[in-house]
């Protein structure tokens, strides 16, 4: 008929699907998962992909057989993120689990930023800010099991169940969420201490408004306290269980005194890595800022985007504060910046350029998209296990270097609490064990196999204990050289046997 137009019908289909996701938590949620699983499963059942990522895996599978965390096995973050790995191990000791958690983890998070742009955005607008959530984690080193893929998902939760609840902290009232909400950042700090930050920030924000409401002094205390009781809760429980255990001074060593006491970057080389850091931070700074900017020119958004802001800027000032400075610490910033983004999205046009700079980019960069890299690393990884395996009939193995799970792949115990090899041969180490008195009890046993990384990846090195095992391994019978690959492309190992005889 004249004057009649007809939709395209995939036009049609594509409206549809579109108010659906907007219309449904589950569908976006479902959307969020899928991309999480499409972007990260190029590494999914790499062992080797990260050393952090790995050691996490191996300490949650000795506290699973029943190894004591910081005496057993040493590190010095919170005790939370290896109970994580541990309840895994109980039910699938598989690097692909682990990766499947995580992948989960991810897209909670992701779910979480979608919730909090959705207050100062429109739906497509914060599902795209979801998307730059997933993307930015990958770029930053969150793409397999680092912690940030943890702590992040519980902070951006404590962050939306605070903001949520704005109305009513201004009538002066707590409720049930916002407890849920404070025990979520305190178990994002037994994760990684210093989240404590952020924690301090909501805690500060929940002050601030209950004290502008008419409660008297007493009133707003009694509330401050039960929700600072809340977010305290997990540490709390920590130090109570090692105290009644016997080993509380353990624990402090471990999670506060080490980390103090260790050495840290030169100042040369931190100024380097600060405008590194600055460079790679710089896009999703920029388009967060446009967005920041968006949104304040709307007043009924400003009092969300005030504290977002404040998010993004605690974060990111504690990234460049921080003595050293590493690529994954930025994954703290990353959910603030994202939701900022939302704010472009929804008022900036064209929005392609966002897009393709903090999603595109991201992804292109990350370290899953290196496919090269992962359609290589599984085979090259199973023929350097398998020949450690046949060298090793006894199980005495030391790891010399990043690939510190291969003790649970030839089924060998750590021959230390440090089996995280970095704590014996990095120079500016500090653990609260005599690395040299370690080193020596290790030799002595008399590894049959060393597997060792050339070069070290540290700088600089402590020479006392690589100077011993490079005189143990010179007593070795046979040596052969592996290449496997990371998320950093090629590393070489030297598998020296033969060694006990």
């Given at each position: 008929?004249?004057?009649?137009?007809?939709?395209?019908?995939?036009?049609?289909?594509?409206?549809?699907?579109?108010?659906?996701?907007?219309?449904?938590?589950?569908?976006?949620?479902?959307?969020?998962?899928?991309?999480?699983?499409?972007?990260?499963?190029?590494?999914?059942?790499?062992?080797?992909?990260?050393?952090?990522?790995?050691?996490?895996?191996?300490?949650?599978?000795?506290?699973?057989?029943?190894?004591?965390?910081?005496?057993?096995?040493?590190?010095?973050?919170?005790?939370?993120?290896?109970?994580?790995?541990?309840?895994?191990?109980?039910?699938?000791?598989?690097?692909?689990?682990?990766?499947?958690?995580?992948?989960?983890?991810?897209?909670?998070?992701?779910?979480?930023?979608?919730?909090?742009?959705?207050?100062?955005?429109?739906?497509?607008?914060?599902?795209?800010?979801?998307?730059?959530?997933?993307?930015?984690?990958?770029?930053?080193?969150?793409?397999?099991?680092?912690?940030?893929?943890?702590?992040?998902?519980?902070?951006?939760?404590?962050?939306?169940?605070?903001?949520?609840?704005?109305?009513?902290?201004?009538?002066?009232?707590?409720?049930?969420?916002?407890?849920?909400?404070?025990?979520?950042?305190?178990?994002?700090?037994?994760?990684?201490?210093?989240?404590?930050?952020?924690?301090?920030?909501?805690?500060?924000?929940?002050?601030?408004?209950?004290?502008?409401?008419?409660?008297?002094?007493?009133?707003?205390?009694?509330?401050?306290?039960?929700?600072?009781?809340?977010?305290?809760?997990?540490?709390?429980?920590?130090?109570?269980?090692?105290?009644?255990?016997?080993?509380?001074?353990?624990?402090?060593?471990?999670?506060?005194?080490?980390?103090?006491?260790?050495?840290?970057?030169?100042?040369?080389?931190?100024?380097?890595?600060?405008?590194?850091?600055?460079?790679?931070?710089?896009?999703?700074?920029?388009?967060?800022?446009?967005?920041?900017?968006?949104?304040?020119?709307?007043?009924?958004?400003?009092?969300?985007?005030?504290?977002?802001?404040?998010?993004?800027?605690?974060?990111?000032?504690?990234?460049?504060?921080?003595?050293?400075?590493?690529?994954?610490?930025?994954?703290?910033?990353?959910?603030?910046?994202?939701?900022?983004?939302?704010?472009?999205?929804?008022?900036?046009?064209?929005?392609?350029?966002?897009?393709?700079?903090?999603?595109?980019?991201?992804?292109?960069?990350?370290?899953?998209?290196?496919?090269?890299?992962?359609?290589?690393?599984?085979?090259?990884?199973?023929?350097?296990?398998?020949?450690?395996?046949?060298?090793?009939?006894?199980?005495?193995?030391?790891?010399?270097?990043?690939?510190?799970?291969?003790?649970?792949?030839?089924g060998a115990d750590p021959v230390s609490p440090l089996a995280?090899?970095?704590?014996?041969?990095?120079?500016?180490?500090?653990?609260?064990?005599?690395?040299?008195?370690?080193?020596?009890?290790?030799?002595?046993?008399?590894?049959?196999?060393?597997?060792?990384?050339?070069?070290?990846?540290?700088?600089?090195?402590?020479?006392?204990?690589?100077?011993?095992?490079?005189?143990?391994?010179?007593?070795?019978?046979?040596?052969?050289?592996?290449?496997?690959?990371?998320?950093?492309?090629?590393?070489?190992?030297?598998?020296?046997?033969?060694?006990?005889?």
């Open positions: 008929m004249a004057g009649m137009t007809m939709e395209a019908p995939d036009a049609g289909r594509a409206g549809r699907l579109a108010r659906i996701v907007a219309d449904s938590r589950l569908a976006q949620f479902t959307c969020l998962l899928a991309f999480a699983a499409l972007i990260r499963c190029p590494a999914w059942g790499e062992w080797n992909f990260g050393i952090d990522d790995q050691f996490y895996a191996l300490v949650g599978e000795r506290l699973a057989k029943g190894d004591l965390l910081y005496v057993d096995i040493w590190d010095r973050k919170g005790p939370l993120l290896y109970l994580i790995f541990t309840a895994i191990a109980l039910v699938s000791p598989t690097m692909l689990a682990y990766q499947l958690v995580a992948t989960l983890s991810a897209a909670l998070g992701a779910y979480g930023v979608n919730r909090i742009a959705r207050m100062i955005a429109t739906p497509g607008s914060a599902m795209l800010a979801a998307l730059s959530y997933l993307a930015l984690l990958s770029r930053f080193e969150g793409d397999n099991l680092e912690a940030g893929v943890f702590f992040n998902t519980l902070i951006i939760a404590a962050a939306w169940l605070l903001l949520s609840r704005f109305d009513r902290l201004h009538e002066g009232r707590i409720d049930a969420g916002l407890l849920t909400g404070f025990l979520c950042a305190g178990m994002g700090i037994a994760i990684k201490q210093t989240v404590a930050l952020e924690g301090a920030l909501f805690g500060l924000t929940a002050i601030l408004l209950l004290a502008r409401s008419r409660r008297s002094v007493i009133g707003v205390a009694w509330r401050a306290g039960i929700l600072a009781l809340a977010g305290s809760l997990p540490m709390l429980a920590t130090g109570l269980f090692y105290w009644m255990d016997g080993h509380f001074a353990d624990l402090w060593n471990a999670i506060a005194t080490s980390n103090f006491a260790r050495g840290y970057a030169d100042p040369a080389i931190r100024v380097q890595r600060i405008f590194t850091m600055a460079g790679m931070l710089g896009i999703p700074m920029v388009f967060s800022g446009i967005g920041l900017h968006a949104l304040h020119r709307q007043p009924e958004h400003r009092p969300v985007a005030r504290l977002i802001a404040l998010w993004a800027f605690v974060a990111l000032a504690l990234i460049f504060s921080f003595p050293n400075i590493y690529v994954h610490y930025a994954q703290s910033a990353l959910a603030p910046l994202a939701i900022l983004c939302a704010g472009y999205f929804a008022h900036r046009r064209p929005v392609w350029p966002g897009l393709v700079a903090v999603i595109g980019l991201s992804l292109a960069l990350s370290g899953t998209f290196h496919l090269h890299d992962r359609w290589r690393a599984r085979p090259a990884a199973a023929a350097m296990v398998g020949y450690i395996d046949a060298v090793t009939p006894h199980k005495r193995l030391l790891v010399w270097g990043a690939p510190n799970y291969l003790y649970a792949k030839i995280f090899s970095p704590h014996l041969y990095e120079g500016r180490e500090w653990t609260g064990l005599d690395e040299r008195r370690e080193v020596r009890r290790i030799l002595s046993a008399r590894p049959e196999t060393v597997v060792a990384q050339t070069p070290l990846p540290s700088s600089p090195l402590n020479e006392a204990t690589v100077s011993m095992v490079d005189a143990y391994t010179r007593t070795c019978r046979k040596q052969r050289r592996f290449t496997i690959y990371d998320h950093n492309g090629e590393q070489v190992h030297t598998v020296f046997s033969a060694c006990a005889g």
